[in-house]
């Protein structure tokens, strides 16, 4: 058992949650909490180990399946903290006693799989990783097929924000990096639909003609980053540009409420 709030490991959980530098070097990421754990342990996530504070865990489920993994004897270690120990690396106001290392797995686009009816999306520059989070909990709830990020200033889904929002999708919805030239090269290839969200657009996205006649083929729907939008060759080579109507004085909505109503729109009728 680790009881030392300044253990290596403890020391090394805390610069995973506060550096994405320190978390490509690890190579790994930390979640915490019963449902990100869970969630990894039930995706056959590459989790290297978990580890509980039973001072502070109060979750049955999560009780009762490491009780399993013990019992199996095949799943990952399981490391044990006290609650002082696990309190110094948790960045939360109240620490759950339960987390989880799990490794980076680098993904491309060639590790992707789209189905003949695909929905996708492309997002340029993510920053926030709250959106994201997000982003993934929604795309998971259309069944879409995956998330592709763009750009050099974007956030990742092993943000501790991004994992916490997701509420475990990031384990699930297939999530890649890659550039716009290869994006579309991807998406052409597959004879995709490319639709690109911008307020500047002259159709509304419920307009007749603007998405209703796509909605049973393979879409790629592009999303611009929270400050500046779309970028001009992204624009240009989207098939369909359209926007999302707005009252008042704002100019454009937050980009995780934004993505729901568009992928709610291409999936009309297609959802239980």
């Not at 403890?10 to 490509?24: F, G, Y």
């Not at 995956?146 to 092993?158: Q, R, S, Y």
């Not at 991807?186 to 996205?205: D, K, L, T």
Request: glycine share 8%.
């Amino acid at each position: 058992m680790i009881e030392s709030p300044s253990n290596p490991l403890v020391k090394a959980v805390r610069r995973l949650q506060r550096s994405a530098a320190e978390r490509r070097s690890q190579g790994r990421f930390y979640v915490e909490g019963p449902r990100l754990v869970l969630s990894a342990l039930d995706s056959a996530a590459p989790v290297e180990q978990v580890l509980v504070a039973p001072e502070l865990c109060r979750s049955a489920a999560v009780t009762e399946r490491l009780a399993a993994l013990r019992a199996a004897g095949n799943g990952p270690p399981i490391l044990e903290l006290t609650a002082a120990a696990f309190t110094a690396l948790s960045e939360r106001d109240g620490p759950t006693g339960i987390g989880a290392l799990v490794a980076r797995r680098e993904r491309g686009l060639a590790d992707l799989t789209p189905r003949p009816d695909a929905l996708v999306v492309a997002a340029w520059d993510l920053a926030d990783p709250g959106n994201l989070g997000s982003l993934l909990r929604t795309l998971e709830a259309v069944d879409a097929d995956a998330l592709i990020l763009c750009g050099e200033a974007g956030t990742e889904p092993e943000h501790p924000t991004a994992a916490k929002a997701s509420m475990g999708a990031l384990f699930r919805v297939p999530t890649v990096r890659t550039t716009a030239a290869a994006l579309l090269a991807w998406a052409r290839e597959r004879q995709m639909v490319v639709v690109a969200s911008s307020a500047r657009a002259a159709a509304a996205h419920w307009a007749d003609g603007a998405l209703e006649d796509i909605i049973s083929g393979p879409v790629l729907l592009l999303l611009g980053s929270e400050r500046a939008g779309l970028p001009p060759e992204l624009l240009e080579a989207a098939d369909r540009q359209v926007r999302i109507p707005m009252a008042g004085s704002g100019t454009s909505l937050n980009l995780a409420v934004a993505a729901g109503i568009l992928l709610y729109e291409l999936r009309r009728g297609r959802l239980p």
